[in-house]
């Protein structure tokens, strides 16, 4: 079960309404609690390996208990200006999140077929756990708005943080962040533009926000129990404490632009901006052998930038009956790595941290197509026949970078971008005499993908798929243009290569939805509707969907959704 009953106070301190000054407090007490028990059991009609197998009449017992208490306090000050021009407020929040857990579990297996399936019963123990853990956040935020004529207008905030995933010395963390609005379309000099003129505004911004780990007890030396020792129980040391982990920090500077025409018929606001990531946060970072270890779980490696810009449009209107809308929205973004501190990351992965390139940049061998006439067989096969002697006609050639007339690690480079350069929707609707219709599209383009191992092989573990029938080369009866290699049990030409690289830009019919509402006398109005989800998708991607991770083995794509129903609303 989990209950998450709530606790609410709000106290007018000074002042009543708008007349006079006015001073509020809120104050929040959130429980979130939460027990769950599990139990399991696995019959041994399901065990093809026999009674050895730890799978065979296995028990399993879990239970799990957790709480999470938020306390929030917050005061709002409103001062009353004889000035009407003049508008402040200001508002201070504090907030404490304090939470705990508990979980255990144990298995037993080699039950008696019959009744019994509760791990308390006799059986062979084939696993035991228990564990606890323990959180604590703060933060601490002011800010101020302060505007004159509701035609200039200025924020500032500033937000301090701490939480028990960094060390004392590294807890805190400072956020401030300041943006002004200047309304054009209210300045006297534009009274001759207002007839048509409905919005325009200018909206500079900066800010810095934090981020941090997802894991607690970072700052902690750490230890396991082994009996691996020369056959004696003993512990080791199972992490490097990180002292010095610290927030990652990311600061945008923003400028925006908001357009209104018409009677905000017509709308639009462009945004530009450049946002710098420093002490950026990885994961499983490599580190020298001589540590004892082979990674840090988390670290801050260097810095990172994101420049880009939004835009969108909107046009709503009535005609007679009927009303209608039509908005669209397209974002544009460039990534790159810009230092990492003499951090090298892995070359032989599907993905790599490099200087000057996107984050996660796409890395492997560039290739030349597939060797499908003997042309390309003479002038390749004596370089390829050195990197990997089975090589033949049918295969992928890979390209040597360097020159050297040799295939090695030294001519792999980056071969596709895992983040999306542009994004894009569109949503459409209206209205009409009781009928309504609205649907949303969205999209990506400049984006590549890459799937591995059995989405691609033709001898997985799930066997070949029917595009490795009609696609693959055939060295029997040779012909051009073909996009998979010749089938192999092999996995040579599925290293990580060009090759594999896909175009993953896309555009989905995301939701339709369209109903009819029905007056009905002693009743407000009763709406029956059909809707659907992910109706199509438009794109080039070869491999599932376009939407499956960079690097995925396997992928649960997203499926079609219909749906009818009702609602019924009463006066």
């Known amino acids: 079960y989990r209950m998450q009953p709530e606790f609410q106070l709000h106290y007018n301190l000074l002042g009543l309404d708008d007349s006079k000054m006015q001073l509020k407090y809120e104050g929040k007490v959130l429980f979130n609690i939460e027990n769950r028990y599990t139990d399991k059991f696995y019959p041994s009609s399901l065990v093809t390996a026999g009674w050895t197998d730890k799978n065979n009449n296995k028990a399993t017992s879990e239970a799990h208990k957790g709480r999470a208490i938020t306390t929030t306090h917050r005061l709002t000050f409103i001062p009353h200006f004889m000035n009407a021009d003049h508008s402040f407020m200001a508002m ?48 601490m935020t002011f800010s101020a708005h302060y505007a004159f004529k509701s035609r200039y207008i200025a924020d500032f905030s500033v937000r301090r943080d701490g939480t028990t995933k960094f060390g004392d010395n590294k807890r805190w963390g400072t956020f401030p962040a300041l943006s002004f609005r200047w309304n054009v379309v209210d300045e006297p000099w534009m009274k001759g ?37 020369n056959g004696a129980n003993s512990i080791y040391p199972s992490n490097i404490r990180l002292s010095n982990l610290q927030w990652e920090e990311k600061e945008t500077w923003n400028v925006g632009f908001d357009l209104g025409l018409f009677d905000n018929r017509v709308t639009a606001d462009f945004n530009i901006y450049t946002q710098m990531t420093s002490k950026l946060l990885m994961t499983n970072v490599n580190i020298p052998s001589s540590s004892g270890f082979p990674s840090l779980s988390w670290t801050n490696v260097g810095k990172m930038r994101n420049n880009g810009w939004e835009v969108s449009i909107g046009w709503q209107d009535k005609i007679g009956d009927l009303s209608y809308y039509v908005k669209a929205n397209l974002s544009d ?32 061998f560039e290739t030349l197509g597939i060797c499908d006439n003997q042309e390309l067989y003479d002038k390749y096969a004596p370089m390829m026949q050195k990197y990997n002697p089975k090589w033949g006609m049918g295969d992928i050639i890979i390209k040597d970078r360097t020159g050297e007339g040799v295939i090695n690690d030294e001519d792999r480079t980056v ?8 994004t894009f929707g ?146």
């Open 426 to 571: 569109l949503n459409l609707g209206f209205e009409y005499k009781g009928f309504d219709f609205s649907c949303f599209f969205q999209g990506v383009g400049k984006a590549d993908g890459y799937v591995t191992m059995e989405a691609i092989q033709p001898m997985g573990i799930n066997g070949a798929r029917k595009e490795h029938y009609k696609e693959s080369f055939n060295p029997q009866d040779p012909k051009p243009g073909a996009y998979f290699p010749r089938i192999l049990s092999s996995d040579y030409n599925y290293a990580y290569m060009s090759h594999w690289v896909q175009d993953a830009s896309y555009i989905r019919l995301k939701n339709l939805q369209i109903g009819y509402s029905f007056k009905i006398k002693g009743l407000n109005q009763l709406r029956v509707y059909a809707s659907g989800e992910n109706l199509f998708t438009a794109t080039k991607y070869r491999t599932w969907d376009p939407e499956t991770p960079v690097g995925a083995r396997g992928f649960y794509p997203n499926v079609a959704v219909y749906s009818m129903g009702c609602l019924l609303y009463t006066s």
């Open 333 to 364: 973004v460039k990534n790159k790595v810009i230092d990492l501190r003499g951090y090298k990351s892995s070359t032989t992965e599907l993905t790599a941290k490099i200087e000057g390139q996107p984050l996660n940049a796409i890395f492997g």
């Open 193 to 229: 533009a207002q007839k048509w003129l409905s919005m325009l505004s200018v909206r500079p911004g900066w800010g810095r926000v934090g981020s941090q780990p997802g894991a607690e007890y970072l700052f902690f030396s750490k230890y396991t129990a082994t009996d691996s020792y």
């Open 92 to 139: 201070a929040q504090f907030q404490l999140i304090d939470g705990d857990s508990k979980q255990q579990s144990n298995s037993v297996y080699n039950l008696p077929t019959g009744s019994i399936q509760s791990p308390t019963a006799d059986g062979l123990i084939s696993g035991m756990s228990t564990g606890a853990g323990q959180w604590r956040s703060i933060y």
């Open 415 to 422: 071969i596709g971008n895992s983040i999306p350069r542009f």
